[in-house]
């Protein structure tokens, strides 16, 4: 009665197709606008007739016809009514409808409707071909270590090898639809007592009021439910190895696989997570160790060095002891720019550089990559556009940034990069110091799904320290990690882990 | 407006965390110059001195957190309204804004000088004072929770810092300590009475004991960081007379960066540069805790949005940037904050502490005489 009061359009009333055959050709006709791909078929018997409607780009044609018009054509004295055709098919997925939005539906999702006029309803039956890539190597996540499988964009395929890798019963797959209007398929998994129930909610309900026309992908996804959208460091971790959701699911995270999307979107990820790598734990823990602080140490110089020079030749030369400083003066004599202009040009230079390689195939970009860095390096030098010690520094700082083992981490700490050389240039040491000060505030500032953004570090976890910032030898990870606050928080025992089978036994 | 201050429950702190913040809000711009101005009073006995008025601190924090104790959970401006009703409290209430005002404001202003003296002589005030005010907006902006982290990650990446400063103690003479206790009593006190500014910072405890967690653990935990910033100051001014030759300590404004210089390693000199810098994130969480208490005063009194009062309150310290010239008018200014403090911070609370208890003594007793009669 107050329908009109809540805001809401009234719910489409229900109507039924028309009965009559060509009236519900042209109804579908009209509702589908597709041309030619909507296909019907009429079959003939004693004044009977049975209509397949479908959409022949959707369908897989030899599975029609061996499967469903074989086994109606097999049973010659059947009776063409619902019922007795739903008996013949030997299918799994078959539905009996006569609405007329649910059988533009079914065909729009590649079902084939069969109808026998006359009949108060008719069956969609699934016949459904997906195309989908075979699977592959990680790509952008390489490994040395470890399964080298990948996701796919097909959400049944990638639903298939995270069960195969955990084959627990707890392993909950809750189904969710993304977009209003592409209606994209997503799937919200985690495993029942392990992860937190409110990390589950808060997930579920991101993804659910999300009110979009269409989701391009899991990283989109990941931009539109994380707290701070302006912020340029990702929030949420997305991956494409299985293996590495698998890890994160025992650890208590959460994640979010959408149909036609090769990447899996996990968290809550903290700032560290991003610097994690599946190799850490392949390896023995005291290599892992070593890789792990490598990386931090790496993207720490990455974002500092070249700052750093510019503070330094601007302002603060007095820093730099003079047999060094001879050495900078005189390969930087013939620069006619300020270190800023210097700076800021060379690693315009890398930044091109590598976007050209990433967009170019992969052969090529590789003779691209050694013809720029050669070239384009050593021309700069010798036409005094640049200091042979800030190439070595610029260098050294694009390896480090690609060290990180996310690559959407690794591009922000490129970006962030230039507003540091900018202040650097603009008030030396103090500049750098500002930009330190802000990211620190405004990492203390960011948070993945509820969570704080930079912890074991701050809030303070001691425990997890050995998760995620080092990495300490197996049996003392018994536990799970205190931030994700899991119900289950024992992996196993760890009195057991300390026995140990020597002598005396 | 009431009394207890009930935080939700993520906002809450860890008491650990009290360590990080005492000490963090303790050391700042004071202790640049500590040294000298303790040497001035009481000669090569100053490390006596540092140590005697930590020990003070320590005493006066007992007062406070049982003070504090005494309430279920409330801050300094709840207390007031609640021992002196409403006109008075608030007027006790907007001068101690005030005071948190003046100190964040001194802080900003020595430590813009110290950038404009060892790196940029040329460097407007103004620029350097927007910027670090529109910084410490950020940071207060986020919150409690925000601003803990900034104590957090500050001592965290400055402690080093500390560390280096034993580098010069091989260069020292440790003769220059002898004869201890040549000074007498009232030499030493006079010292410890002009570590105030150094000291100051602790009577944050009045303003952050709502948000902390296990109340009953705050005590043990100020007192840590209490005493890590006595050991710290206390080496810092021992460091600096075995270092320093008498008369050219009593010249050098600032001894603990002056130190700084005599570090070398292969591929750094000069190190004061790189300390200066990193001064600035030594004095963040002290700017950040000020402004953060006078705006929650100014929300808690005037019942507005904090952020008015964060604005506010950063307009006028910015504001205030253009009155300070000269180095005269600066010395004035810090030394009637360094006073101001003393009485705000070390007598202040320990007399109002007295009233607390007596008035809960007397609520107590006249309960007791209800009930019985």
């Not at chain 1, 090769?262 to 990820?269: I, K, M, R």
Request: glycine share 6%; aromatic share 12%.
């Amino acid at each position: 009665m107050f329908k009109w009061l809540s805001g809401k359009k009234a719910d489409e009333t229900p109507k039924a197709h028309s009965l009559e055959l060509e009236e519900l050709k042209e109804q579908l006709k009209t509702e589908l606008n597709v041309g030619s791909d909507l296909v019907f078929r009429t079959m003939k018997r004693d004044g009977d007739k049975l209509i397949f409607c479908l959409m022949n780009t959707l369908i897989d044609s030899t599975r029609l016809d061996d499967i469903v018009i074989k086994s109606i054509l097999n049973n010659k004295d059947m009776e063409w009514t619902c019922e007795s055709i739903a008996k013949v098919l030997p299918m799994i997925s078959i539905t009996a409808v006569n609405q007329l939005s649910e059988v533009v539906t079914g065909i729009n999702e590649g079902k084939v409707y069969i109808y026998a006029e006359g009949q108060p309803y008719g069956i969609l039956a699934d016949v459904k071909k997906t195309l989908e890539r075979g699977l592959e190597k990680a790509e952008t996540e390489s490994l040395v270590y470890g399964p080298k499988i990948a996701f796919t964009e097909s959400l049944q395929a990638n639903m298939n090898i995270l069960r195969n890798n955990i084959k627990d019963e707890d392993l909950c797959a809750e189904d969710l639809t993304v977009g209003k209007r592409s209606k994209t398929k997503a799937k919200l998994v985690y495993i029942k007592g392990i992860a937190d129930e409110e990390t589950i909610q808060t997930f579920r309900q991101r993804v659910q009021d999300l009110n979009l026309d269409y989701v391009p992908g899991t990283t989109v996804l990941g931009q539109y439910i994380e707290s701070d959208s302006w912020s340029v460091f990702p929030q949420l971790m997305t991956t494409e190895l299985p293996d590495r959701v698998s890890i994160a699911l025992y650890r208590g995270k959460v994640a979010v696989l959408l149909d036609r999307s090769p990447d899996c979107l996990y968290g809550p990820t903290s700032f560290f997570a991003f610097f994690e790598s599946t190799e850490d734990v392949y390896m023995r823990w005291n290599m892992g160790l070593f890789l792990r602080m490598l990386r931090l140490v790496a993207t720490f110089f990455s974002v500092l060095l070249t700052p750093a020079y510019v503070a330094v030749l601007t302002y603060h030369y007095e820093v730099i002891p003079s047999p060094l400083l001879l050495s900078l003066g005189e390969s930087r004599a013939r620069v006619p720019f300020p270190p800023v202009m210097e700076a800021l040009l060379l690693e315009f230079v890398i930044e091109l550089l590598r976007e050209a390689g990433a967009r170019l195939p992969t052969k090529v970009g590789q003779t691209m990559g050694i013809v720029g860095g050669i070239v384009i390096g050593q021309a700069a030098v010798e036409a005094g556009f640049n200091s042979n010690i800030l190439i070595i520094i610029i260098a050294l700082s694009a390896l480090g940034s690609f060290t990180t083992p996310s690559y959407l981490m690794g591009t922000a700490i490129r970006i962030i990069r230039f507003p540091i050389i900018v202040m650097a240039g603009l008030w030396g040491g103090i500049g750098i110091m500002l930009c330190f000060c802000y990211f620190i505030i405004h990492l203390l500032k960011l948070e993945t799904v509820g969570g704080p953004y930079l912890t074991p570090v701050y809030p303070v976890r001691l425990k997890d320290l050995g998760y995620s910032f080092f990495k300490l030898p197996p049996q003392y990870l018994s536990f799970r990690p205190l931030t994700n606050r899991t119900k289950d928080q024992e992996r196993f025992s760890k009195r057991k882990a300390k026995q140990k089978k020597d002598v005396d036994e | 407006m009431k009394v207890n201050l009930h935080p939700k429950e993520g906002l809450l702190i860890n008491a650990f965390m009290l360590v990080f913040i005492i000490h963090s809000v303790q050391v700042g711009v004071g202790l640049a110059g500590l040294p000298r101005v303790v040497y001035l009073h009481a000669k090569h006995d100053a490390w006596i001195s540092v140590f005697l008025a930590g020990t003070i601190t320590s005493v006066v924090l007992i007062f406070m957190v049982q003070m504090l104790k005494q309430y279920d959970s409330a801050d300094l401006y709840g207390i007031h309204v609640d021992v002196f009703g409403k006109w008075a409290g608030h007027s006790l209430n907007f001068m101690y804004m005030f005071y948190m005002t003046s100190t964040f404001f001194i802080i900003l202003m020595n430590y813009v000088e110290i950038v404009q003296v060892w790196i940029f002589p040329t460097l407007p005030t103004w620029q350097l004072t927007l910027v670090l005010v529109l910084l410490v907006i950020y940071a207060v902006y986020g919150g409690i929770r925000v601003v803990v982290g900034v104590a957090f990650f500050s001592v965290v990446g400055t402690i080093w810092l500390a560390a280096v400063l034993f580098v010069p103690l091989q260069f020292g003479d440790f003769t220059h300590l002898f004869p201890i206790m040549n000074s007498n009593a009232k030499q030493l006190l006079m010292g410890a009475h002009s570590t105030t500014l150094s000291m100051l910072g602790f009577e944050i405890i009045l303003f952050v004991y709502p948000f902390v967690k296990e109340k009953q653990k705050a005590m043990f935990f100020v007192q840590i960081g209490n005493m890590i910033t006595t050991i710290m100051f206390t080496c810092a001014t021992l460091i600096s007379i075995v270092f320093f030759a008498s008369n050219s300590l009593e010249k050098t404004i600032w001894p603990v960066l002056s130190m700084f210089k005599i570090v070398r390693l292969p591929n750094l000199e000069r190190f004061e540069f790189i300390a200066v810098s990193f001064w600035m994130l030594i004095i963040l969480p002290n700017m950040c805790f000020y402004l953060w208490a006078a705006s929650k005063g100014f929300s808690r009194i005037l019942r507005k949005k904090q952020k008015w009062g964060v604005w506010i309150i950063a307009i006028v310290a910015f504001g205030g940037s253009f009155f300070i010239k000269s180095r005269y008018q600066m010395d004035t200014a810090t030394d009637l904050v360094a006073k101001l403090g003393f009485y705000f911070a070390f007598c202040y609370p320990v007399l109002l502490s007295i009233i607390v208890f007596i008035k809960k003594w007397y609520k107590r007793r006249e309960s007791k005489h209800a009930e019985t009669s």
